[in-house]
């Protein structure tokens, strides 16, 4: 006979849970543009890009919104269905993007101004993911000044506290999620305010037969 498998988040994907918490800013390094294995219902599972997964784990834990923001496309509402995109698309508005449109083009100076925003923002919790963060710190000569200055807004200890969230109205900070190709320690420096996970290959982790 056949044993069904149990699913098992990957590492990475468990320490972002325990620690949001605790921390509002996180640094995922390693295998971000691997596809990540998701269970979208017990007993199913789905290959989706990393910012999917990460948008599931941070809809479990309750959060109200989650927006992505890269240097070509600028700001983007994360969202499996329409009423996931339309909070996102709340929450840039919010954060004076635009109306709220479901795209928003903008550079690092704009990045850094949404940082001190993102913050102060009320209501439930909403996150932002920066993708490829380190292209923003390896930039031309004429930008290395913004390049600190994004560094050390990242280290900075956010003001505020966390809000009760999800249904067991655990506390989350308002958060930002750096994808990082580089080494960590270029971002982090000594903060003890980020939390860095490591992204494994995916060939490595599978399901595994239950016990």
Known sequence: MIEPTTFEKPRWLRDLARFL????????????????????APGNFAAVPLA??????????????????????????VGSNERELAAGRQAMEQ?????????????????????????????LP???????????LVRARYERRRAASVRQRARAKPPG???????????????????????VACLT????????CGI????SRTTRPAQ
Do not use: M
């Not at 909403?126 to 923003?136: E, G, K, N, P, Q």
């Not at 506290?161 to 080494?183: H, K, L, V």
């Open 21 to 40: 918490p605790l921390k509002s800013r996180f640094v995922l390094s390693g295998n971000v543009r691997d596809l990540q294995i998701v269970e979208t």
């Open 52 to 77: 999917q997964a990460v948008h599931q784990e941070l809809r479990s834990a309750g959060y109200g919104a989650a927006l992505i923001y890269d240097l070509v496309a600028g700001f983007t509402p």
């Open 161 to 183: 506290s966390p809000a009760p969230c999800g249904s067991q109205q655990d506390p989350a900070f308002n958060t930002i999620i750096w994808w990082w190709n580089g080494r």
């Open 189 to 196: 420096g000594s903060s003890s305010t980020i939390r860095g």
């Open 126 to 136: 909403t996150a932002l993911i920066v993708d490829f963060a380190s292209r923003l």
């Open 200 to 203: 494994s290959p995916l060939r």
């Open 95 to 123: 954060l004076g993007l635009g109306a709220g449109d479901t795209t928003t083009p903008a550079g690092p100076t704009v990045l850094l101004e949404v940082f001190t925003r993102l913050s102060a923002l009320d209501g």
